[in-house]
């Protein structure tokens, strides 16, 4: 980045923040440039001596009976599991994009290995984690360092009795320890990576404290190091525009190490009063979070649901406002799980806290769980004949299932979100946002979506939203994920609906509001509009209607356009890469997945591009998973307008 981009990024940054927040980050940086003096002097955070670890707090706690089952019948997940864990004994791991990739002899804990960037270890204010080529993708270089895979192996050692997967664990961590002096390297630049790497130490080290390894391990070295990372955490929480699910994922992780390490009870109090604030502040009253990202409120709701277990396993208990407040999370996203996977809305980084038996293997069965955990436990155990991994692991709160039902039409007016639904011959649902652009004014996980839907028929993906892919590795590829021609809305004379300032930085936002919202037995129909576009020469405003017609098996979407003078008019539209797409006539596409066979009838004044896997515009392309794409299909229906005009497009399907 040239100093004339930095100094505009900073600019632009400064713009979006309030006098509180700049006091803040002066702090931040002072509290910063203290440690950078500290580190050099050779001085380092330590814990009192005579305080000693806690006895176990048994967060995990499946019964014997449980556990004796699962080694009898050995289902399918305990086979999976040990298969894992043998990969991670042997340093192999997957993430992102990267499959059993070698993490080496010992453990290289600085590496990106996807572009083979080592990042140095300079004291933390001189890490630039914003420069992939200089230091790395931090994102690549900070998941193995999260400690995942400490859980995998202690649930392993729980499962199988066999002590080298508790011997694992604390190998790996004391490899961590020995290669990462507090205050240098990439793996102490950001406090939200302190906080997850706390919760799976933590974590794993309860589930393996009945093994001969814990008995042998040098805990306090352990201690003393989660001394460190709680002592830097707890002086420069996140505040003002970066108070999003890093503030979250920061002070559980300071809870949980504070509470299980015995640190200083001021720690415990003021991280557990953030969590407090912090789940009514970044949540709306219909559950939805105030990011608008769906898979960073699943990455919250893991948090949440890390420290309300350790609160509950202590004397530390969440208030019933909090527990209120994180059933209504999980029923949202279970909400929209009922029609298929949740969807891409917004940034998201396949950003988890705890492996359970994932992640994203069961993702519906491992909501159903979390949403149980504060429940009077009065209910009657699941019946199924093989629970999965996830219910194993969280049993002790699962004392009922949450039967599915049939999908019905929903409303999540605080959030901007709207379920079209129906159960006839096939189950539809298609989510529609028109929602805020994101969370505070930079917005910064947002993308320029509004007014644009997904489609699920059978619980298959047909229209859908891309995704993300990356964040700093690639930003050209960032830029176009978060546009609005990826997104199945209408793009006018090739402009975004909200100016992009920075990866994670908006400029002017588009704010969109919903017209009218109607609820009938075949579905519904809703209409909205947006004000992004206003903001041209000629002012041009969007306004959209869908209706879904579930007795007859069609969706009507019509686009009204409303300007003055001359706009050229793309509606875009993506399909699943599962999908096969194909061109009818001059107006027709039909599209078939494995279940459904669907046809699209578009304006007949309007020329059709499809577009499959192009590097040259980008159209084409579906993020799977962070830094994993794959080609697929998208469709540009392009028309050229100087008055209001009005367009409709039909999806019927059998």
Not at 132 to 155: I, S
Not at 232 to 254: F, R
Not at 271 to 285: D, F, R, V, W
Request: charged share 20%; hydrophobic share 35%; glycine share 6%.
């Amino acid at each position: 980045m040239s100093i004339a981009a930095k100094l505009g990024w900073y600019y632009n940054r400064l713009k979006s923040m309030s006098a509180e927040e700049v006091v803040w980050r002066i702090k931040a940086q002072l509290h910063e440039l203290v440690s950078l003096i500290a580190v050099y002097s050779g001085w380092q955070p330590k814990t009192n001596p005579l305080v000693k670890t806690r006895a176990t707090l048994n967060l995990l706690e499946p019964s014997d009976q449980l556990l004796n089952e699962a080694r009898e019948s050995s289902p399918n997940w305990v086979q999976s599991l040990v298969l894992q864990a043998d990969q991670i004994i042997n340093h192999k791991l997957s993430y992102f994009n990267l499959q059993n990739v070698d993490l080496g002899r010992p453990i290289n804990w600085q590496l990106d290995r996807n572009i083979n960037v080592q990042a140095p270890m300079k004291p933390v204010m001189f890490v630039d984690y914003r420069q992939a080529t200089k230091f790395g993708d931090c994102k690549l270089v900070w998941e193995p360092n999260r400690h995942h895979q400490l859980l995998v192996l202690a649930r392993a050692f729980k499962i199988t009795n066999d002590e080298k997967y508790a011997k694992a664990v604390f190998e790996q961590i004391f490899s961590w320890i020995e290669q990462n002096p507090f205050g240098y390297g990439m793996n102490w630049r950001s406090p939200l990576e302190l906080g997850v790497r706390l919760v799976n130490w933590v974590w794993a080290i309860d589930l393996v404290s009945d093994s001969n390894a814990y008995k042998n391990a040098n805990l306090e070295a352990i201690r003393n190091s989660a001394y460190q990372h709680c002592y830097d955490i707890q002086g420069k929480y996140s505040q003002g525009t970066s108070a999003n699910n890093h503030l979250i994922g920061e002070a559980t992780g300071v809870f949980v190490a504070s509470i299980y390490f015995n640190f200083q009870d001021e720690w415990v109090q003021e991280s557990k009063n953030i969590l407090e604030h912090e789940i009514q502040a970044q949540s709306y009253p219909d559950g939805g979070s105030r990011e608008l990202a769906l898979g960073y409120q699943y990455f919250v709701l893991q948090f949440y649901m890390a420290a309300g277990i350790t609160g509950m396993k202590s004397d530390q208990a969440f208030t019933l406002k909090f527990q209120q407040t994180y059933k209504r999370m999980t029923h949202f996203l279970l909400a929209i799980a009922e029609g298929g996977d949740i969807p891409q809305f917004c940034d998201g980084d396949d950003g988890y806290v705890l492996n359970l038996g994932g992640p994203k293997l069961n993702r519906k069965a491992e909501l159903i769980a979390m949403s149980q955990i504060f429940e009077d436990k009065k209910g009657e155990k699941p019946g199924q004949e093989e629970i999965t991994e996830v219910e194993f692991w969280l049993n002790q709160f699962c004392n009922h299932s949450l039967k599915s039902s049939m999908l019905e039409s929903a409303a999540f007016p605080d959030s901007g979100y709207y379920l079209l639904q129906n159960t006839n011959s096939y189950n539809v649902s298609l989510m529609f946002d028109c929602g805020p652009l994101g969370y505070t004014n930079i917005a910064a996980h947002g993308h320029a979506d509004a007014l644009s839907f997904v489609l699920r028929i059978e619980g298959e993906n047909i229209l859908i939203d891309p995704g993300t892919y990356d964040y700093f590795t690639y930003p050209e590829w960032r830029s176009y994920f978060k546009s609005t021609q990826a997104h199945n809305t209408v793009e006018i004379d090739e402009l975004d609906q909200s100016v992009m300032k920075g990866l994670f930085l908006w400029d002017q936002h588009a704010e969109s509001s919903c017209d009218s919202w109607e609820v009938d037995s075949n579905g519904g129909k809703i209409t909205a509009h947006h004000d992004g576009y206003l903001r041209l020469s000629d002012p041009v405003l969007h306004t959209r209607t869908v209706e879904l017609d579930g007795a007859n098996s069609t969706i009507s979407v019509i686009d009204n356009i409303d300007c003055k003078k001359e706009h050229r008019v793309k509606m875009h539209y993506h399909y699943d890469h599962q999908c096969q797409v194909n061109l009818v006539d001059s107006h027709t596409l039909e599209i078939r997945s494995k279940r459904n066979a669907i046809t699209m009838i578009l304006p007949d004044e309007a020329k059709l591009t499809l577009t499959e896997g192009s590097d040259k515009t980008f159209l084409g392309h579906q993020s799977i998973g962070y830094h994993h794409k794959v080609a697929t299909t998208s469709l540009i229906c392009e028309l050229v307008i100087n008055q209001p005009a009005s367009f409709t497009t039909k999806i019927q399907w059998r």
